[in-house]
């Protein structure tokens, strides 16, 4: 499903990220753990075609991330805040992302109507736009934004950062039911190894 071969990035001389061989296969709930600068948020960014390799290659069910743009309707993502668009509403946010991955206002309410205790009556409703909800409540919207449609492919960058001890237990059961689901790959990265473990059958530590 996900294969690097040769993958390094390097800024100034200095490389950030060293991946000689990596496959993860299709249906693996997968996790990186490493501290700040480990190289984490690199990867998934390299993944995603967000910056280029400064050596090899990665791809996707076969598929070049630089060299197509085939692996996108099928590939999720929230890695920070930046992913979402801050002059929307949760609702208007969740809209446009369903109408991306062909769902209607109807699927997009049914699929969300799972995430009641999640969201607390903070998000949805409150006729607020995304730019001023909390960065917890930001971090719910985007999260649960990347789950819509069904994507084969979940990347989630320190998912369990800046979020209550009450709603990380609701994310890990969220995650470890996707994690079931053996036609979805899952990458989960965090700096704390207790998270990962809980929530993923394979684990890479990055130095």
Same mark, same amino acid.
């Given at each position: 499903?996900?294969?690097?071969?040769?993958?390094?990035?390097?800024?100034?001389?200095?490389?950030? @990220?060293?991946?000689? /061989?990596?496959?993860?296969? &299709?249906?693996?709930?997968?996790? $990186?753990?490493?501290? !700040?600068?480990?190289?984490?948020?690199?990867?998934?960014?390299?993944?995603?075609?967000?910056?280029?390799?400064?050596?090899?290659?990665?791809?996707?069910?076969?598929?070049?991330?630089?060299?197509?743009?085939?692996?996108?309707?099928?590939?999720?993502?929230?890695?920070?805040?930046?992913?979402?668009?801050?002059?929307?509403?949760?609702?208007?946010?969740?809209?446009?992302?369903?109408?991306?991955?062909?769902?209607?206002?109807?699927?997009?309410?049914?699929?969300?109507?799972?995430?009641?205790? @999640?969201?607390?009556? /903070?998000?949805?409703?409150? &006729?607020?736009?995304?730019?001023? $909800?909390?960065?917890? !409540?930001?971090?719910?919207?985007?999260?649960?934004?990347?789950?819509?449609?069904?994507?084969?492919?979940?990347?989630?960058?320190?998912?369990?950062?800046?979020?209550?001890?009450?709603?990380?237990?609701?994310?890990?059961?969220?995650?470890?039911?996707?994690?079931?689901?053996?036609?979805?790959?899952?990458?989960?990265?965090?700096?704390?190894?207790?998270?990962?473990?809980?929530?993923?059958?394979?684990?890479?530590?990055?130095?």
């Amino acid at each position: 499903m996900i294969v690097t071969e040769n993958l390094s990035k390097a800024y100034g001389g200095v490389t950030v @990220l060293n991946l000689p /061989e990596l496959t993860i296969p &299709k249906g693996q709930s997968f996790g $990186l753990v490493g501290n !700040n600068g480990a190289g984490k948020t690199t990867f998934f960014s390299l993944l995603l075609d967000l910056i280029q390799p400064t050596t090899g290659h990665l791809t996707l069910k076969n598929i070049r991330v630089n060299e197509s743009e085939d692996w996108k309707p099928f590939t999720s993502a929230f890695i920070d805040e930046s992913f979402l668009i801050g002059y929307l509403t949760p609702e208007e946010y969740f809209y446009f992302i369903g109408d991306l991955r062909g769902q209607n206002k109807a699927d997009v309410d049914s699929f969300l109507s799972q995430f009641e205790e @999640l969201f607390h009556g /903070e998000i949805l409703g409150k &006729k607020k736009y995304l730019r001023d $909800l909390s960065k917890g !409540n930001q971090k719910k919207a985007g999260l649960v934004a990347s789950l819509i449609g069904k994507p084969e492919v979940i990347i989630l960058d320190e998912p369990f950062a800046n979020i209550d001890p009450t709603t990380q237990i609701r994310l890990k059961q969220l995650l470890k039911s996707l994690t079931e689901d053996r036609d979805i790959t899952v990458l989960i990265s965090s700096h704390d190894l207790m998270h990962v473990t809980e929530v993923c059958e394979r684990i890479v530590v990055l130095e």
